[in-house]
């Protein structure tokens, strides 16, 4: 996998802890070229946007970035990053393309938008086999719980976006406020000797201050995390009891490469979840791209990219 | 599909449920529209080309306060969206 390492920061700029590595990789063991459909799924989320590609049904490549202030953009430099890796594939070779996400009626060469709600459900299916049945996506700004059947069709769904508590968010202010690289929280919140109790608020504002006030006290920073991580485990169980968590069990998003709230939030539940050799992240757009190839399929390639 | 709109807070859980399943039933088009006097409801395509109600975006981060005239504090004994839904399909958490 070929990974973008970000950005140092220049003489004099504030470091941003928050800041999680962007990725671009593609199958180089496969040809494009012997696809007789290409699809494409763009997930542009409130804080990360991802492009996945297919070949006939068959991952072939992603880019992961940071969204920007402009969703158009943001799924644009998304699959622009896929398409120079892909070494000669353009825009008019995908064949079906399906935008979801937050930003998923800007996506300016979608043929059809699709709810993250059934992406995430249908990229799980696809990312940790038809026998996972709840699906946990903790994204940048909300959080979602989804039943699913064995096809990866969504049986049950909720999504929290009102609040911040329980996000990749929460999570990038804790980051930012204890200068500890977002990467390395999950890690250091097993570095205490004792494990401590939640803080009392997951609310990302009065988090921070409570955050503050236990450093003040004397709490180390890894104990802080260690203490914030479980809130986050605790809020999210409450969001997944409301809809009944059956096994197997997975989760999608950025917070699933935390194992501080991965393995909290696992011990909470007495229930481990489906490991996956993919990135996280994708699941959405990765469900985006096979809704497209089903598209395709069923009612041919649309006139547009016919032409193109 | 049971589709959950609504939220968790500090204050508690506000979710009206719609099981699709039932909505897609409805013999009276959809009278939970007609019935909700804050115009909550509309019928959307959902992503499995179904007709179903739902909750209309701007009001799935408010229903404690939407509803709240609805509840028996507003005078009510019932509430018209459920009473209207005759497939049973709609359900509040509070």
Known sequence: MNTTAAAAPAAGEKKEYWRWQESVWVDETKNWRDAKFITAGIDVGSVSSQAVVMCDGELYGYSSMRTGSNSPDSANNAIKSVLEKAGGMTLDDLQFVVGTGYGRVNVPFANKAITEIACHARGANYMGG???????????????AIHCDERGKVTNFLMNDKCAAGTGRGMEVIADLMQIPIADLGPR?????????????VCVVFAKSEALGLLKAGWSKNKVVAAYCQA????????????????DFFITGGIAK??????????????ESVQTKYDSQIAGALGAALFGYTLVQKQGVPAKAASG | MI?????????????ISIDTDKCTQCPIEHACTRACPKDMYEI???????????IKAPH???????CTGCKPAGGHTTLPCTTAC?????????
């Open chain 2, 60 to 66: 799935r981060k408010t229903l404690a306060y939407d």
């Open chain 1, 189 to 201: 919140s097993f570095d205490v000797d004792v494990e401590p109790p939640a803080v009392s608020s």
């Open chain 2, 86 to 94: 005759t497939p049973g399909a709609i359900r509040h958490s509070w």
């Open chain 2, 44 to 54: 959307i395509t959902d992503d499995y080309d179904d007709r179903v109600a739902a």
């Open chain 1, 130 to 144: 038809s026998s996972i049945r709840t699906i946990l996506d903790m994204g940048g700004q909300d959080c979602k």
């Open chain 2, 3 to 15: 589709a959950n709109y609504g939220y968790k807070d500090g204050s508690g859980e506000y979710y």
């Open chain 1, 258 to 271: 935390n194992p501080g709230v991965v393995k909290r939030l696992e011990r909470l539940l007495k229930l």
């Open chain 1, 232 to 247: 986050m485990a605790e809020r999210v169980v409450s969001l997944l009891e409301r809809i009944g968590v059956e096994k």
